[in-house]
């Protein structure tokens, strides 16, 4: 609390001889607005709505023992996107090719309206999208091919593993690309 000495003299006498009253600083005690600011912190510590993490929400299949039970793909209704070095989609519909003939590359920007053309031309229980990622693939083009699917309102798509075959075909399609 704050605290001022008032005591040093009943009466104003002037004069030699008179002693004049020393005067004192005032001084503020500060621990109950130490203590009040504490509270205010803790208050709106815990009043404050903390940030929700912003995730991704994907369908996936049930785990089961017998083949027979898994989902399977008819090959005509499959497209499958690889996912390449510089932001680069190559794809190709249902198998592939052994002279990989039906092999192409895209860009991210195009690569939506291969998805459209393959979807508008296939049965909607048939239609599935197969994702692959190469080694030189970076995380934001996983994210971006998956935002891809969201946009595009594909409902059923797969994120495996790349064979060596493709792997191959990605590199000699880039290498053919670097060399011209």
């Known amino acids: 609390m704050a605290e001022m000495d008032t005591s040093g003299g009943g009466g104003h006498k ?13 001084r503020v005690d500060l621990t109950p607005m130490v203590d009040l600011g504490f509270l ?8 404050t709505t903390m940030s929700q993490p912003t995730a ?32 680069m989609v190559y794809y190709y519909e ?12 895209s860009s991210f920007k195009d690569v939506r309206d291969v998805i459209l053309n393959k979807k508008k031309s296939t049965k909607p229980d048939d239609f599935v999208v197969v994702i692959k990622a190469n080694a030189d693939a970076t995380y934001k083009n996983t994210v971006d091919i998956l935002d891809e699917m969201t946009i595009n309102d594909v409902k059923r798509y797969a994120l495996v593993d790349i064979f060596d075959v493709e792997n191959q075909l990605i590199k000699a399609t880039e290498g053919s690309a670097t060399n011209k």
């Open 14 to 26: 002037k004069g030699p001889g008179v002693k004049k009253g020393k005067k004192l600083s005032t």
């Open 40 to 47: 205010l912190i803790t208050f709106f510590i815990f009043t």
């Open 56 to 87: 991704m929400k994907l369908n996936l299949p049930k785990d089961t023992d017998k083949p027979e039970e898994q989902n399977k793909a008819k090959e005509s209704g499959a497209l499958t996107l690889l996912l390449g070095g510089k932001d």
């Open 94 to 105: 249902g198998i592939l090719a052994p002279d990989g003939s039906n092999f192409k590359s």
